[in-house]
T-cell receptor, first 109, second 114 residues
């Protein structure tokens, strides 16, 4: 069964803290996407990865194919990072993206 | 510049009154998707178009229809909205159906049914 689990569901942090959000999935994948959704709804694609690690500014995404696990890290967190972060997986046996339920992050000054 | 544009951002409709949500893209992508997202839930795929080929999810209610008159535009029609259809509706595009291509999302339309 194609399943995606994220943890934690909710996360609060003080400005400057290092943040880690986790995503686990059940079977083989074509790619894994990390998405950011701000209040008001719009979704922005942060990363798409199928192996290794990607970095963009203060954001780092890693994936371990053997362990079926990915992490999104935010270094030096800032209140503007407050959003819902969603892991979405393209499983090898389907064309569709399967979404996790998201991690709601709040960063306080 | 916005590449996937949804209109309107907020839509209020009466119970049972047909409503149409709009999505346009400037990316010339083959695939356009419509998702429904209820509060604190993951987006749920309703249907997608690959070019002119329409693909409906098995559990999408008949109340939801879609049209894609050309590459750039895709519409979501809700024939008789019920209170349970209140949600954020997200449009997305991708170059093709492979999960290895990036998806681009619109800002969403928040639908309220009164």
């Amino acid at each position: 069964k194609n399943e995606v689990e994220q943890s934690p569901q909710n996360l609060t942090a003080q400005e400057g803290e290092f943040i880690t959000i986790n995503c686990s999935y059940s079977v083989g994948i074509s790619a894994l996407h990390w998405l950011q959704q701000h209040p008001g709804g719009g979704i922005v694609s942060l990363f798409m990865l199928s192996s290794g690690k990607k970095k963009h500014g203060r954001l780092i995404a890693t994936i371990n194919i053997q362990e079926k696990h990915s992490s999104l890290h935010i270094t030096a967190s800032h209140p503007r990072d407050s959003a819902v972060y969603i892991c979405a997986v393209a499983f090898s046996n389907t064309d569709k993206l399967i979404f996790g339920t998201g991690t709601r992050l709040q960063v306080f000054p | 510049d916005a590449m996937v544009i949804q209109n309107p951002r907020y839509q209020v409709t009466q119970f049972g009154k047909p409503v149409t949500l709009s999505c346009s893209q400037t990316l010339n992508h083959n695939v356009m998707y419509w998702y429904q997202q209820k509060s604190s839930q993951a987006p749920k795929l309703l249907f997608h178009y690959y070019d002119k080929d329409f693909n409906n999810e098995a559990d999408t209610p008949d109340n939801f229809q879609s049209r894609r008159p050309n590459t750039s535009f895709c519409f979501l029609d809700i024939r008789s909205p019920g209170l349970g259809d209140a949600a954020m509706y997200l449009c997305a595009t991708s170059r093709d159906l492979s999960g290895n291509t990036e998806a681009f999302f619109g800002q969403g339309t928040r639908l309220t049914v009164v």
